[in-house]
């Protein structure tokens, strides 16, 4: 390929992830309560299995709202670490389960559970990882009001990251809001056709979540991409579908249990949910992803030259430097939208491009293959 060509394709990719997160929209500010206006009641729903490291603080962070729910109900999934009494020691009504039944993913029966038992004309799903800002909760429940006050609000948490293989999600962090195809400059507008949520925080009023038929459906008890499954039944029944990103209302720290934890999750979740958002979203991201690759390859490639370790091919070192330094500087500016990455981080993005494109591959053969995906000991099915 000539230069001139080259450099143009190189443009066109890195043009693509420009696009794809022009435009992050987080939580709005609540506006302020009209006089003697009821208050829809709020409850929380929160499934938990072995989350005694990660649970206090999300109950901690819904305690200090400054708009509280009107009720927390845990729903412990046959914890073995006391996740279940640290709730209870935390003041929030703690419900029993024994596992899922057959053809029920243990999420979806968790919170099947968690809803039957809530008393709240909005429910707001949260994973017990996921932590509110103090006006978090208000902030999402009022997107949901802003939207009529029915359907779906889903945001994807900020990634609130702590030790360094953390960084390594940097790239799957950002596919997974690049995928949404709502956040370009068209905004919600171009996803229409194939809506997507987000599981780990997500609203719904109780009359869209009946009227979908909630977590029990068939289309959605035994999927790991629960949250798909939901959007995509929500827009079918006419009701509105709203995606997010966590901004400074909502976080989560997703993986704190190391390298191989992060590996299964994200196994677990990407090619699982690649493709449930529109697919001109899902083949932009997939030629941004191409971009990235060749950038790596010419930074590592005009870096062998200039150490003597290769010889200088077709485009001199100083071009791959340029535009190795070039998609860096995206990298970083994608990253701050998605978690808290540093420029450590974007300067060698090809190692979290690397993360995501294994545990990606990973996913994707034990789909294909038929084998087994597991997460927190438990054999999952279903896409």
Not at 69 to 89: I, K, N
Not at 152 to 169: C, D, F, G, K, M
Not at 197 to 207: E, K, N, Q, S, T
Not at 259 to 266: A, P, Y
Request: with cysteine; proline share 7%; net charge positive.
């Amino acid at each position: 390929m000539r230069p001139a060509w080259r450099h143009a394709v190189s443009a066109t990719q890195w043009a693509a992830g420009a696009w794809l997160l022009a435009a992050i929209r987080t939580p709005g500010p609540r506006p302020p309560a009209a006089g003697g206006a009821p208050r829809r009641r709020v409850s929380v729903l929160i499934p938990a299995r072995d989350e005694a490291s990660s649970l206090p603080h999300l109950l901690a962070s819904l305690a200090a709202q400054v708009e509280p729910p009107d009720e927390v109900v845990v729903v412990d999934d046959a914890s073995t670490d006391g996740t279940g009494q640290l709730a209870r020691r935390a003041g929030v009504r703690v419900l029993e389960s024994s596992g899922p039944p057959a053809g029920w993913s243990g999420k979806c029966w968790a919170l099947h559970q968690g809803q039957a038992a809530a008393t709240g004309e909005l429910l707001v799903f949260l994973d017990a990882d996921v932590t509110l800002s103090a006006d978090g909760l208000a902030r999402i429940v009022a997107e949901h009001d802003r939207q009529g006050g029915n359907g779906i609000v889903s945001a994807e948490p900020y990634h609130r990251t702590v030790r360094p293989y953390e960084q390594l999600s940097a790239v799957a962090n950002v596919v997974a809001l690049m995928g949404t195809g709502a956040f370009g400059p068209l905004g919600s507008k171009s996803a229409r056709d194939r809506p997507m949520a987000f599981g780990p925080c997500l609203a719904v009023d109780r009359a869209t979540y009946d009227l979908i038929g909630g977590h029990a459906h068939p289309d959605v008890r035994s999927k790991i991409t629960e949250d798909l499954a939901m959007a995509r039944r929500a827009r079918q029944a006419g009701r509105p579908v709203a995606v997010l990103a966590g901004g400074d209302a909502v976080a989560f720290r997703m993986y704190p249990g190391g390298l191989r934890q992060l590996v299964d999750g994200w196994t677990k979740v990407l090619a699982t949910g690649a493709g449930g958002g529109p697919r001109w979203a899902a083949g932009l991201v997939a030629w941004w992803v191409t971009g990235a690759i060749l950038a790596a390859v010419s930074g590592a490639r005009a870096a062998g030259v200039a150490c003597g370790l290769l010889r200088a091919g077709p485009s001199s070192p100083g071009e791959g430097a340029v535009t190795y330094v070039a998609w860096a500087a995206q990298m970083g500016w994608l990253f701050r939208r998605a978690g808290r990455f540093g420029p450590p981080t974007a300067a060698a993005f090809p190692l979290p491009l690397v993360v995501f494109l294994a545990c990606f591959a990973r996913s994707a053969v034990k789909i294909g293959l038929g084998r087994e995906l597991a997460w927190r000991g438990r054999s999952l099915t279903g896409r």
